[in-house]
């Protein structure tokens, strides 16, 4: 056992919430979804991180990226989380080729009554965010000076993706959390909780963990006078170390469409591929992909975005119905996780500033992990726009 990394504010209070958006959500690379989702020139899909909305577009051959805040008074070229449109601002008609440099403006002369700058940009355009597309996944990052993408994943990670190939169909479904982006994010790497959450979702397709619970007899426990155990290693952990693999045996049997998907990844395998900060990246026996993104709004809540999306179709088929069904059983195994971390939620928000001792478990490392880098480099950070005080770290 070790004395818990966390502390109950770190769940609840806005300062916190302040620090992580400016040194985790505005350097890193996060995900944004989908490749196959942008067929068309035009098409379209947003994403949200603490209220500054994402545009990612396709604009002919090109995917681009940018902040949904036109330079003139804050309208938008995207109303929708998704659709096809044209990079033109929908309050006034302002125009961005490429969605970027200002191009056009309607009523130019309204605008500016000096013919001499009536036809100058003077460099108004929407902000562009970095780019990349890895496999079937895109990628965005908000900072002005992005690290390299294989600064944040190792090539383990990298290449897994490639190897997802292609997507096809896909179904998004978005809601609230209800609670802290970061107890999704440790959720996804606790690997017993699913014998205790998810008993009934699991039983049939994952029999080794299961036999596992079966075995491992439980263990007696004495009642003994308090101490303390020992601290998690004071090193802050490698960024490259926070995303990893996981590989669990499921058997699912066979399935009507098995033939008519191109399926590349392991097929007796829950293949998940975590991405820090906030991404479960999973494919299912191959069948289908599952992308979760925890999109924080504030210290108490958060967007859960997750998407389905269907390997390479060998052979072309209607997908929308059996990708619905996927969604609904998905969605039970998330409200399954919700029930208890609403709960978790709320036992912390109690708690802040209160002497109560919580403890966490030698299996837990890749859960100290990541709390010990967010606290290392957001909470320890020093704040650029944060009021001083809310740099102070507990």
Not at 100 to 122: H, N, V
Not at 262 to 275: A, G, K, T, Y
Not at 293 to 316: E, N, V
Request: with cysteine; glycine share 6%.
């Amino acid at each position: 056992m070790r004395e818990a990394v966390f502390q109950p504010q770190w769940y609840c209070d806005e300062r916190y919430a302040e620090l992580e958006r400016e040194h985790l959500f505005e350097k890193l690379w996060l995900t944004a979804g989908f490749a196959s989702a942008l067929k068309k020139s035009g098409d379209y899909f947003t994403l949200a991180v603490y209220g500054r909305e994402i545009v990612v577009h396709r604009l002919g051959e090109e995917l681009v990226a940018y902040l949904n805040i036109c330079p003139h008074r804050g309208g938008v070229v995207a109303t929708g989380d998704h659709g096809n449109t044209r990079p033109v601002c929908k309050y006034h008609g302002w125009a961005f080729r490429n969605g970027a440099a200002l191009t056009g403006i309607p009523m130019a002369s309204d605008f500016e009554a000096d013919e001499a700058w009536r036809d100058k940009s003077c460099g108004r355009a929407l902000r562009r965010v970095a780019i990349q597309v890895v496999g079937p996944v895109i990628f965005v990052n908000l900072g002005e000076h992005p690290l390299p993408l294989e600064a944040q994943f190792s090539e383990e990670v990298l290449g897994w993706i490639r190897r997802m190939g292609t997507t096809s169909a896909a179904i998004q479904a978005d809601f609230m959390g209800g609670y802290n982006w970061k107890l999704n994010a440790e959720n996804i790497r606790d690997a017993l909780h699913v014998l205790f959450v998810h008993p009934a979702s699991f039983s049939g397709v994952m029999p080794d963990a299961l036999n596992l619970l079966r075995e491992d007899r439980v263990q007696r426990v004495l009642e003994t006078p308090p101490r303390r155990y020992e601290a998690f290693g004071a090193e802050t952990p490698d960024l490259r170390t926070l995303s990893f693999i996981t590989d669990s045996r499921i058997d699912e049997g066979q399935y009507w469409y098995d033939a008519l998907v191109d399926r590349c990844m392991p097929r007796e395998s829950f293949l998940q591929i975590v991405l820090f900060p906030n991404t479960n990246l999973y494919s299912v026996a191959g069948r289908y992909y599952g992308m979760q993104q925890y999109l924080p709004t504030g210290a108490s809540d958060f967007h859960y975005r997750l998407t389905l999306a269907m390997p390479r179709m060998l052979r072309s088929f209607d997908a929308s119905a059996l990708l619905v069904s996927i969604a609904r059983s998905e969605r039970c195994v998330i409200d399954e996780d919700s029930v208890i971390l609403k709960k978790v939620q709320g036992n912390l928000s109690a708690l802040v500033g209160q002497d109560f001792r919580f403890s966490q478990g030698d299996y837990e490392r890749p859960l100290m992990d990541f709390m010990k880098y967010v606290a290392d480099n957001a909470y320890r950070a020093e704040p650029s726009r944060a009021e001083p005080s809310r740099a102070e770290a507990p």
